[in-house]
């Protein structure tokens, strides 16, 4: 029969022995940490970052769906957010543009004055503007529209910019004048993200690697089953479908500019 103090050393001794086995469980693979953490998609934005960042703000989408269920302004704010995601651009809250608005006594922006009226008010680079054009929370479906406008000399020199006479003179291609492009958008980008499309649904898969755990009932899955979730989806998409643009724009121009120079 063991003593009291025999006792406790038996006890001591299987804590012990418990404790070192599962140290060695937790040094086999996959034991570590739980599942393998992976790095989320991210978009990078291609403008000239010697200066810093490029300062966005987005203006509250306009609902032209027809839905009446929809929250505007979390969907714009899901817009700020994935705007502020783009590396190498910052986005102002949504906040601080509606004070701005509110300030100007805009209740929306009309027209290419307005834009610029607003951007230079906020001290902005470039300005967001779009529509929610689709909303159905039980297939999920969202429709959105944005357009990028810059104020005029910024995003890579592509804004509003003095006309070279050595260039026009150079180039057989007809440029066009300040006034021809200070009310266009410089990216315009439109999307119906139907939530039964296949490749909606390997586009939602995608955006979900690293922002959902691996092993939980739904996985990327999750991003269907909520609207919340799906409209975060959405505005991440579209804002990189704009970056991308933007980069196939910057590419054009530096292209043309070679060629002016040749």
Known sequence: MLTK?????ALATALALWATVLGALLLLPGCSGGPELRTPQ????????SRGEVLFAVVPLRNESGATVLDRFAISDKVVAATEEVRGVRCLPLNRTIEAMRALKLSEIRTPHDARTLAGELGVEGL????????DPYTPTIGLNLALYA???????????PLDVRVLSSSAIEHAT???NADRPLALVSENLDGKNHQVQMD??????????????LGWRRYLASMDLFSE??????????????????????????????
């Open 233 to 262: 989806f959405a505005a991440s998409y579209v804002v990189g479908r704009l970056i991308q643009s933007e980069w196939i724009r910057l590419a054009g121009h530096e292209a043309r500019g070679e060629e002016a120079r040749d």
């Open 151 to 161: 104020k005029p000399g910024t995003l890579g020199n592509n804004g509003v910019k």
């Open 42 to 49: 991210t978009n990078v934005a291609p403008y000239n970052a």
């Open 204 to 217: 939602v898969r995608s955006y979900a690697e690293g922002r959902t755990e691996a092993l939980s009932a």
């Open 178 to 180: 300040p006034s021809d």
């Open 128 to 135: 967001l503007i779009g529509s929610i054009t689709a909303f």
């Open 5 to 9: 103090r025999g006792e406790r050393w």
